[in-house]
């Protein structure tokens, strides 16, 4: 007796979406940022310029894949420059023991490995709220890399390890640059087309919801942790390799930097929603921001404080949009 | 009765003018008419029993009561002054207060600060005068017969002294309307004992009291009066001495099932679902039943009966303490929501906003959530299948939508439902547990819910339905088990069901507690 009514699938197309999406905005910004700096100095187009310009955002872009997974799932991990620091440390030791650059490397990525589980544990297994737990483990995991290092640093890495950091693959184009567009890649795969992926988006924006249709929520969280903590240690590979040093004072603030390049991808803090894409423009933007006001000899504070306004707009602007636009209930 | 219209007899208690009296009253929420004429009126010195089934408009005439939503129509009378409650502060002010079910207190201050919260007393300089604050509270606990520290934290209390504690505040603002909404449903024996006490001693002080219960033996041994409310309509009002409990519960239920409910065959299948001695620590005990292929099993009691807590427990969202779970006569361990799913039992929860939908993402996506393993291969998610999937199952069930990429939020609550069971459908169940699977939804989308339970019941699947909902528990089971407190407490084949029955057995009328 239903003659069902047929409901279409979907009524806009998915390019018709991008066009209205955050991303589009944040290109545009990118591709307006771009120009002002091509103005604005003229060394900024020369491509060793534009390469060295990338190194100021690849690192932190590895870190901030994963961490855009965990916090569409609701989590967040502060502690990821601390594992930096942590990793770089047990790389240093395990150097001055006399390792070779592959154990150097297991050593970094099995560092962070580590960190992750253990940050993955006390959120999931006990139950902490993860911002708590990963402020705890900040301290925490740097504090060792002090307790070990002292003032002294760790220097005379093996030439061969340079090559991560320091390495091209072919003219400009880095060796870290190319792992950045790997990462970049494989993450949005996770993210966007696995099952995996949809049940990231599930969880972080109803976890009980997302439990009783029989996703194991508690699975997929710690595996983001230890995600998170294993990029953690690649990063800490890439940037040690770099420099060519470990100080205890390594990577310090770049969590919140991380932090600032997800959400200014257009991932909500509170979870939910955001992509992949969006967090390789803010990679371009952040990145193309330090480096365009590195040339035009701009301090440093001003810097922060463009990038703390940037923040807020990103975060005010979807709510005032909400305001201003109507209300509709279907 | 032998009432001629020209005596009047005046109803006892209305020598006294009512203090707060409501007249006409009607509201409507998108889809339902939840009130529609009714009258209700309140004495000092009194306790008027509100008596109805779930849905019968009792919360909503107390959202009026208490600023939260306002009439379409109607007045409401305050020492016979037409007055308007346009705030929760409104009713406040005009001396109304309400102890709910959950009240709000808050767990981190201590039992005076709670008590005098908004209205503490001042020193000269605006500063809160902590001495009159503890001194005051402590003479607010002793006149509710409280033996509590008023410097102790809320955390640190059970739950009937923080009962206790809510009707000190409740006394501190000088309420004049005292309303308790299922004031007992978490109290121990000897709690209610205290509490009866303690409604006795707001009598003797004038306080008019609505009272608002589905346990009989309460509303016959504390009101004075009673307000029978049916399908958001005034039925009856009277004394309580004046009215039998047959007479009540027949006030309360009767009506002709005037909802259409689909015929069915009521043929069962092979027993699919036994479940033995199930017990869990604080929510249910001993609970033994089976389930045959094709049947509608319904699981009737009050609200706090046990029963969602029970199916949760099956579904592996808690543990149970004791008992076991055969499927096809093969003992089977559920240690997760996963698991379920797996054996073939899914749960369709009661509240769809927490524990059913993710309203945030497209209608497919939430359809097949708890079957991307079927719509994905090596991992991969597939479009084209999940569309098809969502497609088939969402056909089904007549969903109105713009499209299946339209977010969920922007659903009515009846099509966001059928996306709910949809979702559980396209598992391929063999068990499926709905609870309250119609409450708060539309007329249309309900019917539409209820054959679409006979479909698949007809078609050899288990269904088990949670419902507090009588003419759908009459209109929809093959058999029905009550559950009061946890217990199972009656069990009723399809021929043997009468309303009255059922009422008396959750609500524990005639047995003794």
Redesign the interface.
């Known amino acids: 007796m239903t003659d069902a009514r047929i409901v279409p699938d979907r009524l806009d197309t998915r390019a018709s979406r991008l066009l209205r999406s955050w991303e589009a905005l944040l290109l545009a910004l990118a591709v307006a940022i771009f120009i002002a700096n091509a103005f604005a100095s003229p060394y900024f187009l020369d491509p060793w310029n534009l390469s060295d310009a990338t190194f100021n955002f690849t690192e932190k872009a590895m870190i901030a894949f994963p961490m855009a997974l965990l916090i569409i799932s609701g989590e967040i991990d502060l502690s990821v420059a601390s594992i930096i620091a942590l990793a770089s440390t047990a790389m240093g030791h395990a150097l001055s023991l006399g390792a070779g650059t592959p154990e150097l490397v297991l050593i970094g990525l099995g560092t962070g490995l580590i960190c992750g589980a253990f940050n993955g544990l006390l959120v999931t297994r006990l139950g902490l709220p993860s911002i708590v737990a990963t402020i705890g483990t900040m301290s925490l995991f740097r504090g060792v890399a002090y307790i070990v290092l002292g003032d002294k640093a760790y220097t005379g890495y093996p030439e061969a390890f340079a090559t991560f950091g320091q390495g091209y693959v072919a003219w400009v184009v880095s060796v870290e640059f190319v792992l950045f567009w790997i990462l970049a890649a494989a993450f949005a795969v996770l993210l966007h087309v696995t099952s995996f992926g949809r049940t990231v988006y599930a969880i972080g924006n109803n976890p009980t919801a997302a439990l009783f249709s029989g996703i194991r929520v508690v699975r997929v969280k710690f595996l983001l942790f230890l995600m998170t903590g294993l990029f953690s240690g690649l990063a800490a590979v890439c940037l040690t390799s770099r420099l060519g040093s470990t100080r205890p004072s390594i990577a310090l603030g770049w969590e919140l930097e991380i932090i600032t390049m997800v959400v200014l991808g257009g991932v909500s803090i509170l979870g939910g929603s955001g992509s992949i894409f969006g967090v390789v423009i803010a990679a371009f933007v952040l990145g193309m921001v330090t480096f365009g006001f590195g040339l035009m000899n701009v301090p440093g504070i001003v810097m922060s404080i463009f990038i703390g306004v940037l923040l807020i707009a990103v975060i005010a602007l979807p709510r005032l949009i909400a305001r201003l636009r109507p209300h509709r209930h279907a | 009765m032998l009432v001629s219209p020209v005596t009047e007899a005046p109803a006892p208690g209305a020598e006294r003018a009512a203090v707060l009296a409501l007249e006409g009253i009607a509201k409507s929420f998108p889809g339902v008419k939840a009130l529609d004429g009714v009258r209700l009126s309140l004495h000092p010195g009194e306790v008027t029993a509100l008596v109805g089934e779930n849905g019968a408009g009792k919360s909503t005439i107390v959202k009026i009561l208490t600023g939260i939503h306002q009439p379409d129509e109607g007045a409401i009378l305050l020492d016979g002054q037409p007055v308007r409650f346009a705030t929760p502060h409104a009713a406040a002010d005009a001396g109304v207060t309400a102890i709910h079910q959950e009240t709000v207190l808050f767990d981190d201050l201590s039992v005076a600060e709670n008590i005098y919260l908004g209205h503490a007393p001042r020193t000269r300089l605006g500063l809160i005068d902590w001495r009159r604050l503890y001194a005051q509270a402590r003479e607010m606990l002793a006149r509710v017969g409280a033996e509590i520290d008023p410097t102790a934290r809320l955390r640190d209390l059970g739950i009937a002294n923080k009962h206790l504690v809510a009707v000190a505040r409740a006394l501190s603002i000088d309420a004049r309307v005292v309303i308790m909404d299922e004031p007992t449903a978490a109290l121990s024996h000897k709690e209610i004992t205290e509490l009866y006490a303690l409604v006795e001693r707001l009598k003797a002080e004038g306080k008019a009291i609505l009272f608002i219960s589905h346990k009989f033996d309460e509303i016959f041994r504390i009101a004075d009066r009673y307000t029978v409310f049916r399908d958001g309509r005034f039925i009856g009002e009277g004394a309580i001495a004046d009215v039998s409990e047959a007479e009540l519960v027949r006030m309360m239920v009767g009506r002709s099932i005037d909802a259409i409910f689909p015929a069915r065959a009521h043929e069962t299948g092979d027993e699919i679902l036994r479940v033995e001695g199930y017990s869990h620590p604080t929510e249910f005990d001993s609970i033994s039943f089976s389930l045959r292929r094709g049947e509608i099993l319904g699981f009737y009691g009050l609200v706090g009966a046990g029963r969602s807590e029970l199916m949760q427990a099956l ?1 592996g ?1 808690t543990r149970p303490s004791a008992g076991s779970v055969t499927i096809d006569g093969a003992p089977v361990s559920i240690r ?3 698991d ?3 054996r073939g039992i899914v ?1 369709v ?1 009661e509240d769809r906003g ?8 497209p209608i ?2 939430n359809v097949t ?2 079957s ?2 079927r ?2 291969r090596h ?3 597939r479009l084209a299948e999940e ?1 098809r999937l969502a ?1 088939d199952y ?3 069930l ?9 977010e969920l939020a ?3 609550g009846g099509n966001q439902q059928k996306v709910v069971i949809a ?1 559980w459908l396209a ?1 391929r169940p063999r068990v499926i547990v709905l609870d309250e699977p119609t409450k708060g939804i539309d007329i249309g989308s309900k019917a539409a819910v209820h054959e679409f339970m006979a479909e698949l019941a007809a078609e050899g699947l288990a269904v088990i339905m949670v419902s507090s909902e009588i003419p759908e528990i009459l209109g929809m089971s093959d058999r029905v088990i009550v559950m009061r407190e946890g217990r199972m407490v009656a069990e009723f084949p399809r021929d043997g069901l009468d309303p009255e029955r059922l009422v008396r057995a959750a609500a524990g009328i005639g047995t003794k507690p």
Not at chain 2, 398 to 406: E, N
């Open positions: 579904f969202v997760s929501p996963a379920a799913i797996a749960y929860p927490a524990q059913g939908a993710i309203r945030a993402l497919f996506q959530l708890p991307l393993n719509t994905s991992g991969f998610l569309f497609r969402t056909r089904r007549d969903l109105r939508a713009a499209s299946l990429d339209q922007q659903l009515s979702k598992t």
